[in-house]
Each structure stands twice: as C-alpha cells, then as structure tokens.
C-alpha cells in the first residue's frame, strides 16, 4: 500500500475522532446546563435573617417551580416543592435507597388517580440551613424518577414566600 493511502486514512480517521470528542463535549457541557435549568438550586443559597433564622432562598427553573438539593436522614436527595401534596411523597426506589422504615399502607388521591402508599418517618430533612425532624412521609410506588415531592407535612413547618422567581423558606420561631 503506497504511503500516501496511509497518511489519508489516518487523516480520516483522526478527523473522524476529533468530531466525535467534540460532539461528545458538547453534549456534556449541554446536560449540565439542561441538568441546572431543570434544578437550578443544586448547592441552595442560605443565611440567616435578621432574627437569626435559618433561610433558604431558591430559584424557580425554566418549568416555574422549584427543585432544590437537600438531604434526608443526611442522604443527598432532591426535592421538587409541592404545596398540593399533603405529605413528603417519595418513589419507592429512592425510598429503598434510604432505607427507610414501611408501618402499613392506605389509598391517596394523586393528580394520576387513587394508589396505595405506605407509611414512613423522617427522622431528619434539610434544605440548605434548614433542619426539619419526625416529619410524616410516604412511600409511593406509582411515582417515577428520583425527585420527591416535598408536601405539607415538611412545609408547614417553615415560612415560605415567593417574590418574583424566588421562593424564600425560613425556619418558623420557636416562641
């Protein structure tokens, strides 16, 4: 084979390669930005208000509601903040990577019908600076992916407010 069909191929094929670390860059580089536009409060902002609260402020993402990180039984979660829900509801595989306890079942109604859920207690959730203890869940098997709804139960134990595209939760006061 004459030298000049050597260099060639390898020409293409080096160009071939170079084009496909390139898409795959770019295709990296595109899910982390689609990953922060679906879950912009990654590492949420927190502080303390002049009361000396713990506050958390969260951004809302590109669907208007807000996903943030946080952490149950000191386990990385993430939550997507629903005031329709009147209980944590978490899908049973994340449920089963938490190991969390199951004490009997009973029916909910969901946006997707009636399903049968069981019964589970958190000992500890947080968001950011915020710490909630014994708060009431549920184990649901009809819910899909990994982000649990973040109900009542947990956020009737903190102020929130929403001001623009910024939803502020801070720790009630104790007195």
Known sequence: MPQNDTSAQFGKA??????LLALGLL??????????QNNPNENPSYSLSEQ??????LQQNKHGHYVSNGTINQQQVTFLLDTGATEVSIP??????LNLPRMGGYRVETANGSVLVQQTQLDELSIGNIFLYNVRANINPGMRG????????ALKKV??????NQLILRERNAS
């Open 14 to 19: 080096f160009t071939w390669l170079a084009w």
């Open 27 to 36: 295709a990296f580089v595109f899910q982390d930005l689609l990953e922060s």
């Open 52 to 57: 000396g609260l713990a506050e958390v402020t």
């Open 92 to 97: 049973v595989n994340v449920a089963e990577q």
């Open 146 to 153: 990994k982000e649990i709804l973040l109900g009542m139960s």
């Open 159 to 164: 102020e929130f407010q929403q001001t623009g």
